[in-house]
Nanobody, 124 residues
Framework: QVQLVESGGGLVQAGASLRLSCAASGRAISSYRMGWFRQAPGKEREIVAARTGSGVNTYYVDSVKGRFTISGDNAKNTVYLQMNSLKPEDTAVYYC?????????????????WGQGTQVTVSS
C-alpha cells in the first residue's frame, strides 16, 4: 500500500509556471505506474500525465503536451508535475494517483491509490 500527498498548487496568472509534488510513503514509487489527474468544477476527472515506474514511458493528454512534464525522484520517492505556460483552462484540483497493474492507465478507475488533491487556479 502507498500513501500519496500532493503539494505545490496555488493561484497564478496565465503564462506562469507551477511544480506539483506528490510525496509517496509506504512503498517505492518505482513499483507503480504514477499518474496526475485533474478535475474542474462540473467536469469529470481526466488524466493529465502518467509515467511508468522507471520513467521510460510517459503519457500526456493533448492539451498539455509541450507545456507539462511528469518526472520522478526515486531517492525522494516523489513524483512531480512541472506545469509551464499555464492557461485559465488548466484550473482544477490536481490529483496524484498510483496503479499496480501494467500499462499507462488513462482512466481513473484503473488507479488504486489517490492523494487528497491540490488546487491550481490560473487567472487570465
Amino acid at each position: 500500500q502507498v500513501q500519496l500527498v500532493e503539494s505545490g498548487g496555488g493561484l497564478v496568472q496565465a503564462g506562469a509556471s507551477l511544480r506539483l509534488s506528490c510525496a509517496a510513503s509506504g512503498r517505492a514509487i518505482s513499483s507503480y505506474r504514477m499518474g496526475w489527474f485533474r478535475q474542474a468544477p462540473g467536469k469529470e476527472r481526466e488524466i493529465v500525465a502518467a509515467r511508468t515506474g522507471s520513467g521510460v514511458n510517459t503519457y500526456y493528454v493533448d492539451s498539455v503536451k509541450g507545456r507539462f512534464t511528469i518526472s520522478g525522484d526515486n531517492a525522494k520517492n516523489t513524483v512531480y508535475l512541472q506545469m509551464n505556460s499555464l492557461k485559465p483552462e488548466d484550473t482544477a484540483v490536481y490529483y496524484c494517483a498510483a496503479k499496480l497493474s501494467s500499462g499507462l492507465g488513462t482512466l481513473p478507475q484503473t488507479y488504486d491509490y489517490w492523494g487528497q488533491g491540490t488546487q491550481v487556479t490560473v487567472s487570465s
